[in-house]
């Protein structure tokens, strides 16, 4: 499938993307769905998800919705940052466990079983309403039905690996309590990273979390030793070594007894599979009545912001159960969404896979179509131009021609106001419509290489609504190979009414009032990098028509 | 194979609502409740539904056999499920969309969960407390059931058709046994 990516420059210091036929480049471009713009005057840039930095909102169960405050998820050092309420998981299935009472004795069955209304008694258990799963059979029963994290947590204290991470927890405090001021920071000079490690030492009290941040950190320092040798880093000195209780080669020991287990297994239904003990942070028993019912883990919200001007970007509403945003700078609100397709060789009696990559011969004309889908309330004008990529050896295995001038894209409305829109379609329009679809024609003709091409493939094919279509060729050299992937710059110039409206937009469009008209020319640029196939080498080509040939006699 | 000839029995304390399709020889216990747009399917041999079942929307419930299909008490069909068991015993549940080859019998207090499709290769009779779930793996898995809370789920079966039995005839015309 073609496809249309965006490049974000927040990996390299230029703007302009790396030559696309390196394999490298690929992490350089992303979907249009997955960026985010910086509006700020001084920045005005594309952001991906790797480059803004992240910090949390809050912290929510995603079972009851209840929102844990943030200073509650590092004081009482929750543990694994789970819900503290009554959410629990299946280990059999991951289907949420509800809380149920118990049946009454076995000996009023007969009694109990004509009056209707029987009611549950203690003691209550967790039990699973997909798979059945209930927790008496790993011995867990409770007396209330409430609070039941707080009274499950006296027998999960003396669990091995909850001790062992109480032990971890405490070696790295004083380390942690020292990190954010010294060290860390200062080592890199990069923005983003330096904004990515201070975003992970602001919340890094969670539990969770900062046992893998102490790791990075205490790796980093030592790493800082090696490089500069001779002095001494103080993060090193301040991170004394942490001896496991447990050794490591001791869970051997735990398996031989289950070796005499699984000798005289005979279901193999009763081993616990690797998806159910997976989430198990220590060695577990392969017993599948062994398993525990797990905590249900807390989810975040989280404020992206701009590595360059720390301005926001997203910002979720603060309440968990609602899913709007305070601030959403999506780059799909900003810059013209591209589309690409190549239409289909007419010529062609079999069946076309849409999922099969597109393929091209070398020596041929292909037309291609771009559709520009203008976001803004601004009607806009388009520029491309296509960057040239730096030759290492010979000829370029093809080239690719687009329509140079400007093209114009319509402002994006509201669908009610298009009526009558139909009805004044210009008859040029009308023409490069007729044009468009007339153009493929050429494309079973390889002769076509030679000649001018024809007028109305390249150029400004359709315009409807906020969307113009225009048709690229693609020209492929003799000696052609590889993918048909370049870069393109597009430069896109509009009239921004109000400068002050595009800034406080947010979800809301009735912000957009437009209170000041001064006019004002607004240019961005960016590149995308566009996929068209892969080009059938000719050789290649020759290889397989004699085998198609083969087959035809045979 | 014979034509179909139709013989319906329905006792006069079930609840068989008009829209239901019923197909051959066909017995429905007391109590058991049937609703609209359900199908009910005695190709070969006849159906005997057994008391306080209940048949829900879409459920399609097919003898492939010449022997009698068997369906015990307390039995629940959801919504869209296809059952082709040649026998089921008493308190067994079939999920939503859930599908049973006719290979595969059903004994006591079974659960088959929504949208499980099985189907044994050979004769295979699931055991008491028996559940078929979908797994992590998109397949069906197993597992026993320790019967834990089977009295409320009962009381609760018996509830669900009680009312059913109050509502149903409100809304739609009721389907008679011949002899009524």
């Known amino acids: 499938m073609p496809s249309v990516h965006y490049y974000c420059p927040c990996l390299s210091t230029s703007p302009v993307p790396p030559p696309p036929d390196l394999e490298s480049s690929s992490y350089s471009f992303h979907e249009l769905h997955t960026l985010y713009f910086c509006t700020e005057p001084e920045c005005m840039a594309i952001r991906c998800n790797r480059c803004v930095s992240v910090e949390v909102n809050g912290y929510y169960c995603p079972n009851c919705l209840f929102e844990v405050p943030s200073a509650s998820v590092r004081a009482e050092k929750n543990r694994y940052g789970a819900c503290a309420r009554n959410c629990f998981q299946c280990p059999s299935c991951r289907n949420t466990l509800v809380i149920v009472a118990s049946d009454p004795p076995e000996g009023s069955l007969s009694a109990s079983v004509a009056a209707v209304g029987i009611t549950g008694e203690p003691p209550y258990f967790l039990y699973c309403n997909f798979c059945r799963w209930d927790s008496t059979e790993v011995g867990i029963t409770f007396e209330k039905a409430t609070g039941l994290a707080g009274q499950l947590q006296k027998t999960e204290e003396t669990a091995p690996d909850v001790v062992e991470f109480e032990r971890l927890k405490e070696h790295f405090e004083p380390f942690l309590r020292a990190a954010p001021s010294g060290g860390i920071a200062h080592a890199h000079s990069n923005p983003i990273t330096s904004a990515a490690s201070s975003a992970l030492s602001r919340d890094i009290s969670i539990p969770g979390l900062s046992k893998y941040s102490a790791l990075l950190a205490g790796r980093r320092g030592g790493r800082n030793d090696r490089e500069k040798a001779g002095t001494t880093s103080k993060d090193k000195e301040e991170l004394a070594e942490f001896r496991s209780r447990w050794e490591t080669g001791a869970g051997a020991s735990v398996a031989e007894g289950e070796v005499d287990w699984i000798k005289h297994l005979e279901d193999v239904g009763e081993v616990a599979t690797i998806e159910q003990r997976w989430v198990g942070s220590w060695t577990t028993s392969m017993r599948e009545r062994d398993l525990k019912p797990l905590r249900i883990p807390l989810h975040s919200k989280k404020t992206k912001r701009c590595p360059q001007c720390r301005h926001i970007i997203i910002k979720p509403e603060q309440k968990s159960q609602s899913v709007r945003y305070k601030m959403k700078l999506t780059a799909s609100n900003f810059v013209p969404a591209i589309a690409i397709s190549v239409p289909p060789p007419v010529a062609s009696t079999k069946a076309v896979d849409p999922n099969a990559p597109v393929t091209f011969h070398a020596g041929r004309t292909y037309p291609f179509r771009l559709a520009f889908t203008n976001p803004m309330y601004e009607p806009t004008t388009v520029t491309l131009q296509v960057q040239r990529a730096p030759l290492l050896k010979g000829r370029p295995p093809f080239a690719v021609s687009l329509p140079s001038p400007p093209f114009a894209i319509a402002a994006y409305a509201e669908a009610w106001e298009y009526e009558d829109e139909d009805e004044d379609m210009a008859d040029e329009d009308i023409d490069a419509l007729l044009a468009g679809v007339g153009s493929p024609s050429g494309y079973t003709q390889p002769r076509e290489v030679a000649k001018p091409k024809k007028p109305k493939t390249v150029g400004v094919l359709e315009r409807k609504a906020n969307t113009t279509v225009i048709g690229g060729e693609l020209v492929i050299g003799k000696e052609g190979r590889g993918d048909a992937k370049f870069n393109l710059l597009v430069t896109h110039t509009y009239q921004a009414e109000d400068t002050a409206a595009q800034e406080g937009e947010t979800e809301e469009k009735s912000t957009k009032t437009p209170t000041s008209r001064q006019a004002e020319v607004k240019t961005f640029s960016f590149y995308i990098v566009i996929d068209l196939g892969v080009i059938i080498p000719r050789e290649k080509e020759e290889s397989h028509r004699r085998d198609s040939e083969q087959m035809s006699i045979s | ?180």
């Open chain 2, 1 to 180: 194979m014979p034509p179909l000839r139709d013989k319906f029995t329905i006792h006069s304390k079930a609840v068989v609502c008009q829209d239901v399709e019923l197909k051959g020889d066909i017995t429905i216990g007391s109590g058991t409740v049937i609703h609209p747009k359900a199908t009910l399917f005695a190709i070969a041999g006849p159906i005997v539904i057994g008391a306080n079942c209940i048949v829900e929307e879409g459920a399609v419930i097919v003898n492939r056999r010449r022997e009698v299909m068997r369906i015990g008490d307390d039995n629940l069909f959801e919504i869209g499920c296809r059952v082709e068991c040649p026998s089921i015993g008493n308190s067994n549940t079939v999920g939503t969309r859930a599908r049973v080859h006719h290979t595969l019998r059903l004994s006591h207090y079974c659960t088959i969960s929504a949208g499980c499709l099985i189907v044994p290769s050979s004769d295979e009779t699931l055991d008491p407390y028996t559940v078929v779930y979908a797994g992590e793996n998109g397949l069906c898995d197993r597992r026993i059931w320790s019967g834990k809370g089977k009295m409320q789920e009962a009381d609760l079966r018996r509830k669900h058709a009680e009312y059913l039995r109050d509502m149903l005839p409100k809304f739609n015309r009721l389907r008679r046994g011949e002899g009524a």
